[in-house]
């Protein structure tokens, strides 16, 4: 378990190509322990409400922003001449990095961790102002695999009870059917 | 690392809506070590051939194949009396499941797996016929996400060289770069 800050930016989102994708995820991002999720590229007023139910339903709700200048965020992030607040750590989740296992151990844990996430044809600037370039397997697979192994390897298991406290919905895991408590049902019975 | 022969099945494929998560589902099972690929729903001839373009350049191509009826497939993987070869486990992936640290060591290394991947209502039958319901949490979050971490708990970090070394494009991970060796251009050096 981990409390380091972790936001996540999401690369050149195409609103009429990418919908599920970035909502995937997004919901990666928020259930293996980012609090954070900035989009780049298109903006999707329609996604954000989606996101936002889910948070609504099952708690710890995510923090959502549209960047206009996504490289502006990863500067802002990672200078420590920025003066805006701490200085923090940016690893950008690519096939061309190094691996995430070998990486991740030498990563600082005090510093506020932005999880950059590409689209298509990541300018080389993010390479060079990132201060990790991180891969999950050198193979080609996807963003969504590749986000949720690096949040998995660095937070290890969520302390689920306190993360997702505030949710009205939590289900409880079962060997063959679907068990779902609903915390308003039980506060009708008060 | 694990000699288990991995099938994945996805079920409920709809061709408008789906093809990037179900493309990024059968990319990460190749990634992480299934050698088949079942698609269920929609046939989808331009899927399979983006699909084989990839194993013909990075190796390790997946055994492609459209099912009419995944329950059929089901049914016969995990039935003894189908004398159809060894009878195998299936695992069924699905927020309501049973924790997959725990289930995983629990479950037979010795017979084909078959892992079974929802799309939208899954049908209460799959959760019966399936020897195991395997959570990757019990959050929504998504599928690509869960293949993934449950193929990687399976099996551990692949072996790259022995598993990709027929492909024709290899990926050097690399700290802030791009490092692709393409073995034709070595072999015209020849």
Chains 1, 2 share one sequence.
């Not at 599920?20 to 298109?42: C, K, P, Q, S």
């Not at 600082?108 to 891969?135: M, Y």
């Not at 290890?156 to 308003?184: H, T, Y």
Request: hydrophobic share 40%.
């Amino acid at each position: 378990m981990t409390d380091t800050r972790i936001a996540v930016l999401r690369l050149g989102h195409r609103k009429g190509r990418d919908p599920r994708i970035t909502t995937h995820l997004a919901l990666v991002a928020r259930a293996f322990g980012a609090d954070e999720f900035y989009l780049a590229g298109d903006e999707d007023a329609e996604m954000f409400a989606t996101l936002s139910a889910v948070g609504e339903r099952f708690g710890a709700a995510l923090k959502m922003q549209h960047v206009k200048s996504p490289m502006a965020l990863i500067k802002r992030w990672t200078r420590r001449d920025a003066g805006d607040g701490e200085p923090g750590t940016a690893a950008h989740l690519t096939m061309y990095g190094e691996r995430f296992r070998a990486v991740i151990p030498t990563m600082p844990r005090n510093r506020p961790l932005l999880v950059v996430v590409g689209g298509t044809k990541v300018p080389a600037e993010v390479f060079e102002c990132c201060q990790f370039n991180v891969a999950i397997g050198n193979q080609p697979h996807s963003e969504v695999a590749a986000l949720a192994l690096f949040l998995d390897e660095w937070g290890g298991d969520i302390d689920v009870a306190e993360r997702f406290k505030d949710g009205r919905l939590e289900i409880v895991p079962s060997k063959d059917g679907k068990v779902v408590i609903d915390r308003d049902d039980e506060n009708q019975g008060c």
